[in-house]
């Protein structure tokens, strides 16, 4: 099992930043790669930005070139670093780990909300 848990929401205004942080607990061994989704009310769940062991980022469209996935494997840690934020980018944000199997699963964080204020 895998536990996840977020920090670093808040609110922000248009331009300004905040970063995110997500600490896993559990059987990190089995996490194959790691991620960042939000969510707004009435819409799916979209991922925002990935990272795998070997370093290797994807970033969605939308937040490519002001979001930035990092880790930190001796802390078990992964961040989000959201520069020039937009109201666009006003969601609940959590952090996912790709968990071994078979089948390979993603665990979800709690969620931690994000205001940007236009």
């Known amino acids: 099992q895998v536990q996840l848990v977020e920090s670093g929401g808040g609110l922000v205004q248009a331009g300004g930043s905040l970063r995110l942080s997500c600490i896993a607990s559990?059987?990190?061994?089995?996490?194959?790669?790691m991620a960042w989704g939000r969510q707004v009310p009435g819409k799916e769940r979209e991922l925002v930005a990935a990272i795998i062991h070997s370093g290797h980022t994807n970033y969605a469209s939308a937040v490519k070139g002001r979001f930035t996935i990092s880790k930190d494997n001796a802390k078990n840690t992964w961040d989000l670093q959201m520069n020039n934020l937009e109201p666009e980018d006003t969601a609940v944000y959590y952090c996912a780990a790709d968990v071994a199997g078979p089948p390979v699963t993603r665990k979800w964080g709690q969620g931690t909300q994000v205001t940007v204020s236009s």
């Open positions: 559990g059987d990190i061994a089995s996490i194959k790669a």
